[in-house]
């Protein structure tokens, strides 16, 4: 089946450090879609991107759509502790079935 | 705002018993889906629906049925429970507008264990 190889799996970062992850495919995708996931509870949209090259910021989230439609990058600026949780990255098919990313974990270091 | 609401959150059951799960939407979204989220892994599409009537496979379906006879109601059964069944279940409603593909909303989730 199709995948998506999300790097890295979890980062260590200090409060305050910029973040980036990023989604790699060997399918072409229509749509990138950057999700948070906190303990317990079910994925939540960040960033939608619809077009190849498109650079979308969400506060300090930006997320870019990357030209080959393979690939996306998510970055998140000046972290802070409520940034804590599972980013996944999906992509879009045709039909709108969605794959999914394993996730990448972030953790703050106190 | 309900969204999107599953029920249980939490089910034990035993190997070889059937429930149902259950999951409804209030956003009168075209398209449902159910997921399934093992530990270090992205979620996986079992079932999914484009409408009324209308139900397709996902990447894992076997042990999972689908009905959609109303535009809110998707629920997955599950026929005869199994260890590997153990999971968190999501369901997920979608819209499209236009050009723009759907954006997933995601209900809380269904813990499920079974022994």
């Known amino acids: 089946g199709q995948q998506l190889n999300q790097s890295p799996q979890s980062m260590f970062i200090q409060e305050g450090e910029d973040v980036s992850m990023n989604c790699t495919s060997s399918?072409?995708?229509?749509?990138w879609l950057w999700y948070k996931q906190d303990p317990g509870e079910g994925p939540v949209l960040l960033i939608a991107l619809y077009k190849a090259g498109e650079l979308t910021s969400n506060g300090r989230l930006t997320a870019q759509f990357g030209i080959t439609r393979k690939d996306s990058f998510l970055n998140i600026s000046a972290s802070i502790p409520s940034d804590v949780g599972i980013y996944f990255c999906?992509?879009?098919?045709?039909?709108?079935?969605?794959?999914w990313g394993a996730g990448t974990k972030l953790i703050i270091k106190p | 705002n309900a969204g999107v609401t599953q029920t249980p959150k939490f089910q034990v059951l035993k190997t070889g018993q059937s429930m149902t799960l259950q999951c409804a939407q209030d956003?009168?979204?075209?398209?449902m889906s159910w997921y399934r989220q093992d530990p270090g892994m992205g979620l996986r599409l079992i079932h999914y629906?484009?409408?009324?009537?209308?139900?397709d496979q996902g990447e894992v379906p076997n042990g999972y049925n689908v009905s959609r006879s109303t535009t809110e109601d998707f629920p997955l059964r599950l026929l005869s429970a199994a260890p590997s069944q153990t999971s968190v279940y999501f369901c997920?409603?979608?819209?499209?507008?236009?050009?723009?593909?759907?954006?997933?909303?995601f209900g809380q989730g269904t813990r499920l264990t079974v022994v």
């Open positions: 999906a992509g879009q098919l045709r039909n709108y079935q969605l794959i």
């Open positions: 997920a409603s979608s819209y499209s507008s236009g050009a723009k593909i759907a954006r997933a909303f």
């Open positions: 399918s072409i995708f229509n749509t």
């Open positions: 956003m009168n979204h075209e398209y």
């Open positions: 629906s484009v409408g009324a009537g209308i139900t």
